[in-house]
């Protein structure tokens, strides 16, 4: 591991002898930085690559629950900032409401442990079970940068599909506000930083001065106390939450691949029967310190809204958001994606769209009616993606 991130280091200190400005930072590959930043940013990313490729031990902080010990375990593929086949699981109960059993270690299992002895499990109680497939990171940047406002617009009325979709509000840790969430299979999380923040605390068990408390094993606070042998919070001034969030505010948005007239005709189809309605092709950003970030398109093929999918929902309810509603799942760099939908049910495009129900029922439908060289065509548009 220690040459890995000797090698990785030595590869950023390259890109800083050949920077020559912004003008020169070329289009990025999957993985690589957006093009227009300052060599502080680069300096930046680069660092935070290292802090996010990191191998957590209980000495810097680890579990003593976590699901694992380094951000780039889960987001690895292609490459680091990406997705993988890791999936988690929430659980919860369903009865007069949805109690997402908090005392119990809920909703968020983490299936890993310093100790076999306070290793979590689903306890009894829980009657909801979800998989939750890690998403992928790039252009998350571009994404945090896009103005509430600029979601909120997207919501449709009197579609004559049903489609309808809404904003997610939520409180913003990091900035102590009301926000419009985007990040996460339920829009749960508003910013960049509250993202990483949450992901340090909840899944490799690091605490910071954004979430300063530690998960107990399954809610019990005596196997916390015996097994918590660090001081909270750990990271009190969020020093390696703030190289998170540089490593992927940088971190290069995907490219689609080469055009054809199949991809034409498939991206045509992909509109007309309705699919961006949801799987809105472009948002822009607004204005942001970053001048790599500011006024771009963002070609995300998403709308950032919770939809109702019926029987695609989850069963969990999470934030502002209801057991049947999901994120519309962004669609940029799906052709590097193993597993697809949120629980990683199917590794077919075509199978996950005949999955979609509730407000994509209608859209759905027409797609399983089309012709098969025009489906063909509209899949083949999506793997391009």
Known sequence: MRRSLMCFAA??????????????????????????????????????????????????????????????????????????????????????????????????????????????????????????????????????????????????????????????????????????GRFGWKCQVATLKTFAADAYVNEIGVTSGLFPHENAPNGDQVLLAQFDKRADPEDPNNIVVQRFVDYMQLLGAPRPGALSPLFVQGKQLFVSIGCAKCHTPRMMTGDSPIAALAHRNVDLYSDLLLHDMGELGDGIEQADAGATEMRTAPLWGIRFRELLLHDGRTDSIHEAILEHAGEATAVRDRYAQLPAKQRDALLRFVNSL
């Not at 929430?90 to 949805?98: E, I, L």
């Not at 310093?114 to 909801?128: G, K």
């Open 11 to 180: 590869l950023g200190l390259m890109m800083l002898i050949c920077w020559t400005g912004p003008e020169a930072a070329p289009e990025p590959a999957i993985g690589g930085t957006l093009p227009g930043f300052t060599r502080g940013e680069l300096q930046r990313f680069i660092v935070g690559a290292l802090a996010f490729k990191q191998l957590h031990t209980p000495k810097t902080g680890l579990g003593p629950i976590f699901n694992e010990a380094s951000c780039a375990t889960c987001h690895s593929d292609p490459i680091a900032g990406g997705s993988s086949d890791r999936i988690e699981l929430r659980f919860g109960r369903q009865g007069d409401g949805f109690d997402p059993l908090e005392a119990l270690g809920g909703s968020l299992l983490q299936d890993q442990a310093i100790d076999p002895a306070c290793l979590e499990r689903v306890p009894l109680e829980a009657n909801i079970v979800a998989g939750r497939l890690t998403t992928p990171l790039f252009g998350s940047g571009l994404i945090d940068a896009i103005p509430d406002q600029a979601i909120v617009d997207g919501e449709l009325e009197d579609d004559p599909d049903g489609v309808r979709g809404r904003a997610a509000v939520v409180f913003d840790v990091a900035t102590q506000e009301l926000r419009v």
